[in-house]
């Protein structure tokens, strides 16, 4: 069945570092590949997403750029802030159409 | 648009107690999915509607838990009786099948089991 992974957490970073959260997947077929974002005390909040190959996300200063050939959907940001710490969830919409499948969350912290 | 709506946002309750939650989709979406969310399992699909009805249900970890959707505006999860290992955050979500517009969460249900 499908599957994703992410990098286990916490990742923890100073202001203005460059954050990487890698994800990767299995998938049959060409799934459309989202990350998500949850703040402290709230649901998930979509950040950013990609429906097929080579496709860049992009949204508040994040990136993703959908990798067929290595099965990655790799985020990242030039530039964090500390309003940036959060748990970032990397997902999947696959053969089964609108079901998403949820990677187990990378908690980012940010310190000023 | 209001967004996805849950209630209540807390609950407390004591073991072999019935429990319900609400849920209320965005306007217009007719798929409908409940979640549950903890530390040592992480997100976990419980089930999820199409239309009304119920498409897979395969996460419901057993017969305690419960789910309908009468109408497309809708949505409750039941737990009865209740069980400490059930205190979790349990959010829905709902989207629009065949677009690619990901899912909209609501601000989940913290419910704890003592």
């Known amino acids: 069945g499908d599957s994703v992974t992410q990098m286990e957490g916490p990742v923890t970073l100073s202001e203005e570092a460059f954050l990487t959260i890698n994800c990767t997947y299995t998938a049959t077929g060409y799934p459309s590949l989202f990350w998500y974002v949850q703040y402290p005390g709230e649901g998930l909040q979509l950040l950013l997403k990609a429906t097929k190959a080579d496709d860049k996300g992009s949204n508040k200063g994040f990136e993703a750029t959908y990798r067929k050939e290595t099965t990655s959907f790799h985020l990242e940001k030039g530039s964090v802030q500390v309003s940036d710490s959060a748990v970032y969830f990397c997902a999947l919409t696959g053969a089964a159409g609108n079901k998403l499948t949820f990677g187990g969350g990378t908690r980012v912290l940010v310190k000023p | 648009d209001a967004g996805v709506i849950q209630s209540p946002r807390h609950e407390v309750t004591e073991m072999g107690q019935e429990v319900t939650l609400r849920c209320k989709p965005i306007?217009?979406?007719?798929?409908l999915f409940w979640y549950r969310q903890t530390m040592m399992r992480g997100l976990e699909l419980l089930i999820y509607f199409n239309n009304n009805v119920p498409i897979d249900d395969s996460g419901m970890p057993e017969d305690r838990f419960s789910a309908k959707m009468p109408n497309a505006s809708f949505s409750t999860l039941k737990i009865q009786p209740s069980e400490p290992r059930d205190s979790a955050v349990y959010f829905c979500?709902?989207?629009?099948?065949?677009?690619?517009?990901?899912?909209?969460f609501g601000s989940g249900t913290r419910l704890t089991v003592v």
């Open positions: 979500a709902s989207t629009l099948t065949g677009t690619d517009y990901g899912y909209t």
């Open positions: 306007s217009g979406h007719n798929s």
